[in-house]
């Protein structure tokens, strides 16, 4: 069955287009502090602020994605696609219908409707959906286990605020997320220590790179227009 049949395509583009606004808005902040922190602060913090919602959307959608069976992802991108394509109901709606079609629990006149919107495709598989997938055995940890990735959340937490400690802040959030999510237990202590480290990475970069700009400019205030050579390294100064 081709990639669109089974809405990989759908699947595909959502995931990609998400990620790559998200590192352009990322690159883009950064880049404004770096280079004119004074007249351009805020923007750049905007731009920071809009990528932390992208990378949040993006992780919404990635989840919903790897909870669905082949055919939940195939039947859900079906029918978004098909009411997209008709040009019909908001996008507050496709989602509703989605989710029913995902589920299993469109009625047959709903079905039909949504198969006469575009006739050359009908629902994925040649059958309708057949409802939400089991859900495996859960998996319990131990009682050492537990009170270790209980740590290692609360460590990340408290390590994403650090500027200098940030990145394992993050190293021990998603792990601690990932692992949360495979035994079912909340996990928004460690989503939180996931943002707030992306953010604390980003804002010690661009600080990082704003103060070193910061002393190339003094260097140059004190040596003059042109190339000069101080302490083994070379400064082009205008």
Known sequence: ?????????????????????????????????????????????????????FFAVLYRVTRMYRAMSEDQRAA??????????AGVGSDRDMMAVAARARAGTLEPDELRALETMRPGHPCPGGAHPQGQARPGPRQYDTPRQATAWTAATITGFVLSFLPVLALIGFVLSAASFRHLGRTLQPRRLALAGI???????????????????????????????GVHLSNGHEYTCE
Request: hydrophobic residues 55%; aromatic residues 12%; proline residues 1%.
């Open 1 to 53: 069955m081709a990639d669109g049949e089974r809405g990989k395509g759908y699947w595909i583009t959502q995931i990609s287009v998400l990620g790559g606004f998200g590192v352009v808005s990322l690159a883009t902040g950064i880049f404004l502090w770096t280079t004119d922190f004074d007249n351009h602060a805020g923007d750049g913090f905007m731009a920071l602020l809009v990528s932390i919602l």
């Open 195 to 225: 943002l707030i480290s992306i953010v604390m990475i980003a804002a010690t970069i661009a600080l990082l790179a704003y103060f070193a700009a910061l002393g190339n400019a003094s260097i140059c205030a004190d040596l003059g227009p």
């Open 76 to 85: 859900y991108a079906w029918a978004i696609t098909q009411m997209h394509a």
